[in-house]
């Protein structure tokens, strides 16, 4: 069972389309039994999502998280090709090289017999409903786990911070005119990118933390004007900002309104930043596991996307990224490491099969008595 093989045939699939993403979970449903692995399907409207159990129904479950949707693409990056270590087409790196490797890996773990190992494949991460998340739906339905793991790439770092997202539409005013004397209106495309501009100098912006240099601050739309000859008086723009962990998104929304009367907030939508201390006892296993596979030291990053491990946090279930090498993702020449796809492979593997040695190590250290510390008990 070959990952890179296995990733190549997933990237066949258009799964920017619903026929694509149906035909897609077919395949990986079918490979999955065709191993031996139980495999249960939900439907969430017409959205399919694949859920596997291996391992024992007792002791400690460790979640691995994917998804199968792409961002749209040209024909032509439906057709994979390998260019030396590089494997290169849609959704290569984000994230059906990862998801083949987690696949792959799930196998290997099927006959161990002290993790229970939950794979989670739903078909809209890359979705631009903002009301809706299959990931969400599972976890309020009552899905947990002891740690998730989200295969977004993060090349082969663990993503133990990720930007929440503030998005946004404003709408600006201005006046009309003829559009042969501009002169005489105020235009408000020009005064909405204006505002744009203005917004990207407020206090918010300048910040950072220890993991991130600073916010993302992207205009996703504009539009404004309803005829050729008039100067528009209207325009709205959709705004998406990713702040930071440490941010209030009402302090931010505070500064832009802050901006003048001209510019009117209309909708919102708010998500989360993600957060997990890199002192937990799953975080650092992982850690241990993908050092090994390196031979090197892994190293604990934030991310600038969303993420999906938010709804898994807020559920109490403490959940990182972490995924292949590669880049380019969204982009015309995608590509994911063939050789980091083993690696990952290996790693989640290992993870899986050192965690109750470091359950039982824990145990071990279990809380130390108190001692005194000037006058107090510590």
Not at 145 to 156: H, K, N, S, V, Y
Not at 195 to 220: G, K, V, W, Y
Not at 324 to 330: K, L, R
Request: contains cysteine; negative net charge.
């Amino acid at each position: 069972m070959d990952e890179r093989v296995l990733a190549e045939r997933l990237i066949t699939y258009d799964t920017s389309t619903s026929d694509g993403l149906r035909a897609a979970v077919g395949f990986v449903k079918g490979w999955l039994e065709a191993r031996d692995v139980p495999v249960t399907g939900r439907e969430f409207g017409s959205l399919p999502v694949v859920l596997a159990d291996v391992g024992p129904a007792a002791g400690p479950c460790v979640i691995l998280h994917g998804h199968l949707d792409v961002v749209p693409a040209h024909d032509g990056q439906f057709a994979p090709r390998i260019e030396g270590d590089r494997l290169i087409g849609r959704g290569a790196y984000d994230m059906k090289g990862g998801l083949a490797a987690m696949m792959c890996a799930l196998h290997d773990l099927a006959q161990n017999g002290k993790v229970r190992v939950r794979f989670i494949c739903v078909p809209d991460e890359e979705s631009d409903n903002l009301d809706f998340r299959c990931t969400e739906a599972l976890v309020q339905e009552g899905l947990r786990g002891d740690f998730a793991i989200t295969g977004e790439p993060t090349d082969l770092h663990i993503g133990v911070q990720a930007k929440g997202v503030l998005a946004l539409r404003v709408e600006t005013t201005g006046t009309a005119a003829h559009g042969s004397t501009p002169w005489l209106g105020d235009n408000a495309i020009l005064k909405t990118y204006d505002m744009f501009r203005r917004i990207e100098t407020l206090r918010f912006s300048r910040e950072s933390s220890d993991l991130f240099d600073r916010p993302s601050i992207n205009i996703a739309r504009i539009v404004g004007g309803d005829a050729f000859n008039k100067v528009p008086d209207c325009c709205t723009m959709d705004i998406d900002i990713r702040f930071l962990p440490h941010q209030d998104p009402g302090e931010i929304l505070a500064e832009i309104r802050g901006l003048g009367d001209d510019l009117q907030i209309i909708k919102t939508f708010h998500r989360a930043p993600a957060r997990v201390s890199r002192s937990n006892l799953y975080v650092r296993a992982l850690r241990e596991a993908v050092s090994a596979s390196l031979d090197d030291e892994a190293v604990s990053v934030g991310r600038d996307g969303a993420s999906d491990a938010i709804s898994f946090l807020e559920a109490g279930v403490p959940a990182v990224e972490f995924g292949p090498t590669g880049g380019g993702h969204h982009g015309p020449e995608e590509w994911v490491s063939i050789d980091s796809l083993a690696r990952y492979r290996q790693a989640l593997r290992d993870f899986v099969v050192g965690l109750p040695e470091w359950l039982v190590r824990d145990d071990d250290d279990a809380r130390p008595p108190l001692r005194a510390v000037d006058g107090g008990l510590s």
